[in-house]
């Protein structure tokens, strides 16, 4: 079974541009939640999509945004890029909603640099 | 809010057992999760501990005490390609129920 796949892996920006990133989740996983990490920072969640809606959005500002296709596939955009958004945008699924006991199957994540 | 403590840092020799803290503060508890990241690479599930107690997987084990609001993760018998990050992670509620991870651990391990 293939796992999480993300697009593209590097993507270098400048300040004011937007961005779209991609996430291919495992067959059959349903839900798909964002992170972003920078160094020293851990994981920062974004949101979490299950079945196209969105369940969960984490504190970020709503340059932010996000959705999620029929397919489970999920894409993240950010509008009016900032040099703090340089970061490695990871993506991860699940079988599960989130319940408690779920598995996060994580992707490579997308290495975004902001110039 | 929901907040995990864990050390920046833990250093060992091969063949040694290390254990890392995690500590949390969430409301709403539902699980404590560990997660290994090798440089470059994309986090991977190690283990999950909803009740008390110790689960095994093979040279890891993790532990949690929710009376506590604290857990470990303790690796056997060290081996070079151990040297990773390290993140603890919960889901907790209070009507948000967004997951949360510490910064991570840095485990060094030397020959």
């Known amino acids: 079974k293939a796992g999480v796949t993300q697009t593209p892996r590097y993507l270098i920006k400048t300040r004011g541009q937007q961005v779209t990133l991609s996430c291919s989740p495992i067959?059959?996983?349903?839900?798909v939640s964002w992170y972003q990490q920078t160094p020293g920072q851990g994981l920062q969640f974004l949101f979490e999509?299950?079945?196209?809606?969105?369940?969960n959005k984490g504190n970020f500002p709503g340059r932010f945004s996000g959705r999620q296709f029929s397919n489970s596939r999920s894409e993240m955009n950010v509008s009016t890029l900032e040099l703090g958004d340089s970061a490695l945008y990871l993506c991860?699924?699940?079988?599960?909603?989130?319940?408690?006991?779920?598995?996060?199957?994580f992707g490579s994540g997308t290495q975004l640099s902001v110039l | 809010g929901q907040s995990l403590e864990q050390p920046s840092e833990v250093t060992a020799v091969e063949g040694a057992i290390v254990q890392i803290n995690c500590t949390y503060q969430?409301?709403?508890?539902?699980?404590l999760s560990w997660y290994q990241q090798h440089d470059g690479g994309a986090p991977t599930f190690l283990s999950y501990?909803?009740?008390?107690g110790l689960e095994e997987t093979g040279r890891f084990s993790s532990f949690l005490s929710r009376s506590d609001s604290y857990g470990y993760l303790l690796l056997q018998e060290l081996q070079m390609k151990d040297s990773a990050s390290y993140f603890c992670?919960?889901?907790?509620?209070?009507?948000?129920?967004?997951?949360?991870f510490g910064r991570g651990t840095s485990l060094i391990v030397h020959p």
């Open positions: 991860a699924s699940s079988a599960a909603r989130g319940t408690g006991n779920e598995k996060l199957f």
């Open positions: 999509y299950f079945s196209e809606t969105q369940r």
């Open positions: 067959s059959g996983h349903r839900s």
């Open positions: 969430t409301s709403g508890f539902y699980g």
């Open positions: 501990n909803a009740l008390d």
């Open positions: 992670a919960v889901r907790s509620g209070g009507g948000s129920y967004i997951p949360t």
